[in-house]
């Protein structure tokens, strides 16, 4: 079966942005462990350098300070050696290209092109049976969603990115996604960091949740989700649930009012 | 630009490796460029092809100009003012005929085939034709500037219309009036960044026609300047010509953009070369109506405009004579294997500069693409030299590569060069960032990018600029013909004016302009169906 991904340490990053003549610092002292197969979330108010960190992760931009190790490798490295899937709130499919081809770019890229097997194998862990010849104007939101999820695990990656990857859907379509995502991290073992917006997704998906501070982005507090898998939607009604979420909602308004106090404090 | 503060925030590192050129400011860089171009120029002119009437020095350019400025400012202006009368009858009919394709939809369709047609003409055998009508004044040259404008003012006028927020005419319908109204209260105001998009590409056009109108003949002007300074090979005399037409053509364009940028500043640059092709309706009984009912008017006018001017029928020819001129009367053979052969030759050489031109474009726009530096140094320029009517540049061209089949491919080139080089490079920098970061999340090379995100999403623009170069390479074809080469069917035409052959001047006419009407439309079909394949995702 599927390798086992790599641990990812992160610590003390910080990115700051030249931005129209003024400086914004998008993340400062960012530490974040994923252990080797482990699932982490981000969550954190709008700006405050969630997606910022999963790009640096994904070797997409370069950190100012602070070290990112993969297994020994850097992000460059692990980019460069095509280890990493990534899907986007957009999902950035090829408009002419079809759901089996989007998929297959991705292995075109790392030079596997005549793997259609794994081609195969994807759309139908992400249930897209039948829409193989559907080009993206032709799919659903949910759908697009599932071929750029298929795409970013279509070449076996050690580490999966996902920054938003639901945010523009619907909070049906988000939950079966949701539910999806679990089943296939479960059968790949892949190590995962999903970044969102939405608590509950968090606490529903991942082993552990790193709620981060406004601008500059660091994290402020950590979560252990201990609910056994696979997690179903009746975990969604339970009161432990509740607990959890609110927990974290907690948390995540002390880390807004920190920097209110901080804002304010005239020293 | 706004998009410079989002990309700061966005970009991602830059491969390593990125030029310290990529910090000089583009201006810098194209001066730079610019002062290094001259003095190549100068170099050449003095040492290789000095005493070869082939290039001027941009010294000599200047000197000959301060010598004669007299008789340089004074056609100079000549040549404007007519532009001027050309751009505003011309701009006015354009935008009475939007008005009423707006106004009235069921016309639209015949008003878009006649305005096309005019688009297709081949203007410069068109004006021994109009000289029938107006008599030798400057009324030819006016007619042919106005012609000039009237497709892309109307096109840009009609996009303008029909960009109007279908909300706001819901709110004007909702209160009871009527289509008047609407237009009136919303389709007006709507349409100012469209128009002005439009009256900015119309400004070289205008300048254009009425030199093209001043190459068959006039009194004055730099059109007749610039036949007789071919004629008697004065290079220095050409050159001066060029660069006035150039700067004049250019500050049109320049000067419109600008009060267009100051009367709607909330606007985005609009490309009105990208105007997207009406669907056709659908039933088989619908799309044949379609087809002949604007070949009927396009007839229709072709009768009204001899009968209106009352053309003596020895110079007016109807669609019935040209026809029988090619398929019946007993010279018609002869007739046929001139003018196709000659057609032929024309449309070889021409195909054959497009080709070169699209070629050498996009790979312009790739390299520019992967070399930001470059493209800094020279896109200003690029920008700069797509305003310019190259057409009027022709003789600098027939100097340069000399009178020959390759002078037509050079001026065709030319001039689908840079139009589609900066169509094609604004998409691609439009490929969303998105997809780009997938690819580089896979380290993907700079090949798999061209291939997978450039190239497709330049697909758009490519087509639509193709769209409008099928008429204006026609035109640039015939002009370098008609002034140089003796090859193609612009000798045949510049022969039979010459002769008075009328019969043979309307055939040719007739023949080049279905020719480009039906290269037009083939592109464009061909346009609407792979738009439809790669799916909305990347047009507009």
């Not at chain 1, 108010?45 to 960190?53: D, L, Q, V, W, Y």
């Not at chain 2, 909702?174 to 002005?196: D, I, K, N």
């Not at chain 2, 800094?376 to 022709?394: D, E, G, H, N, W």
């Not at chain 2, 060069?417 to 780009?436: D, H, K, Q, S, W």
Request: hydrophobic share 50%.
């Amino acid at each position: 079966m599927a390798r086992r991904g790599a641990p990812v340490d992160v610590v003390g990053v910080g990115r700051t942005f030249a931005l129209a003549g003024d400086e914004v610092t998008a993340l400062s002292g960012f530490d974040m462990h994923v252990p080797a197969g482990g699932f982490i979330a981000l969550i954190g108010p709008s700006g405050c350098g969630k997606s910022t960190a999963l790009r640096l992760v994904a070797g997409l931009d370069t950190p100012d300070e602070g070290t990112i190790d993969m297994d020994g490798s850097s992000p460059d490295e692990m980019r460069r050696g095509q280890r990493i899937g990534v899907a986007f709130q957009d999902p950035s499919l090829l408009p002419w290209r079809t759901v089996t081809t989007n998929i297959r770019l991705a292995l075109e890229l790392v030079g596997r092109r005549h793997d259609t097997k794994a081609v195969d194998e994807l759309v139908e862990l992400v249930g897209l049976q039948g829409f193989e010849k559907a080009r993206p104007s032709q799919l659903s939101g949910g759908m697009r969603q599932r071929v750029a999820i298929a795409r970013s695990l279509v070449t076996k990656p050690d580490l999966l990115l996902l920054d938003e990857p639901f945010g523009a859907l619907d909070a049906l379509t988000r939950q079966q996604l949701n539910d999806e995502l679990q089943r296939i991290w479960t059968a790949r073992g892949t190590t995962t960091i999903l970044v969102t917006h939405s608590i509950p997704e968090a606490v529903y998906v991942a082993d552990e949740v790193l709620v981060m501070s406004p601008r500059p982005g660091s994290v402020v507090a950590r979560h252990t989700i201990g609910f056994e898998r696979p997690r179903t939607r009746e975990l969604l009604l339970t009161d432990r649930f509740h607990a959890e979420v609110e927990a974290v909602s907690a948390s995540l308004h002390r880390s807004e009012g920190q920097v209110v106090q901080l804002d304010t404090d005239p020293s | 630009m706004s998009a410079t503060a989002e990309t700061a925030a966005t970009a991602p590192a830059r491969p390593a490796g990125g030029s310290r050129l990529d910090r000089v400011p583009p201006r810098v860089l194209s001066s730079a460029v610019g002062i290094a171009v001259l003095l190549l120029w100068e170099l050449l002119a003095r040492t290789v092809y000095a005493g070869s009437y082939r290039l001027s020095p941009p010294t000599a350019v200047v000197v000959e100009f301060f010598e004669f400025r007299g008789l340089y400012l004074r056609n100079l202006w000549h040549s404007t003012k007519t532009a001027a009368w050309g751009f505003l009858w011309g701009n006015l009919a354009a935008m009475a005929l939007a008005v009423a394709s707006t106004l009235l939809p069921w016309l639209r369709r015949s008003i878009g085939a006649v305005v096309l047609t005019v688009f297709c003409l081949p203007f410069i055998a068109i004006a021994p034709i109009l000289r029938l009508i107006t008599g030798p004044g400057n009324a030819t040259p006016i007619a042919l500037s106005a012609l000039a404008v009237v497709f892309t003012t109307y096109v840009a006028a009609l996009l303008g219309f029909d960009l109007a927020p279908g909300s706001a005419l819901d709110v004007v319908r909702s209160y009871g009036r009527g289509r008047l109204t609407a237009f009136r209260s919303v389709r007006v105001r709507a349409s100012v960044p469209a128009l002005f998009a439009g009256l900015q590409i119309a400004a070289p056009a205008a300048f254009l026609g009425a030199v093209v109108g001043e190459f068959t003949g006039a009194h004055r002007g730099l059109g007749i300047l610039t036949v007789r300074a071919l004629g008697a090979l004065q290079t220095d005399r050409i050159w001066v010509i060029a660069v006035m037409a150039t700067i004049v053509a250019t500050g049109g364009y320049l000067a419109i953009g600008a009060l267009g940028r100051y009367l709607c500043p909330w606007s985005p640059a609009l490309d009105v070369g990208a105007v997207p092709v009406p669907h056709a309706e659908p039933g088989l009984l619908n799309r044949l109506a379609g087809l002949l009912a604007p070949i009927a008017v396009v007839f229709v006018f072709w009768y009204a405009f001899l009968w209106v001017f009352g053309i003596e029928p020895f110079f007016a020819k109807t669609p019935v004579d040209v026809w029988a001129e090619l398929f019946s009367v007993s010279e018609a053979p002869e007739t046929r294997s001139i003018i196709f052969g000659a057609l032929g030759t024309t449309l070889w050489t021409t195909s054959l500069g497009y080709v070169v031109g699209l070629v050498g474009a996009l790979a312009s726009a790739l390299v520019f693409i992967l070399v930001p530096w470059l493209e800094r140094a020279l896109m200003p320029i690029a920008v700069a030299l797509r305003s310019i009517p190259i057409i009027v540049t022709t003789p600098v061209i027939i100097l340069f590569v000399g009178r020959g089949l390759l002078t037509t491919t050079a001026i065709v080139a030319v001039m689908s060069f840079f139009p589609t080089l900066v169509n094609c490079y604004t998409a691609m920098t439009r490929t969303p960032e998105g997809i780009l970061d997938v690819l580089r999340s896979y380290d993907a090379s700079s090949t798999a990018n061209v291939r997978n995100a450039y190239l497709p999403t330049s697909v758009p623009a490519l087509l639509a600029s193709a769209r409008i170069a099928v008429p204006t390479s026609l035109l640039g074809a015939t002009v370098a013909e008609w002034l140089a080469t003796g090859d193609g069917i612009g000798a045949v035409m510049v022969t039979a004016f010459t002769r008075n052959d009328f019969k043979i001047l309307w055939v040719s006419v007739a023949v080049l302009t279905i020719v480009a009407v039906i290269g037009y439309w083939l592109v464009a079909a061909f346009e609407l169906r792979t738009l439809e394949r790669m799916a909305s995702g990347i047009s507009r």
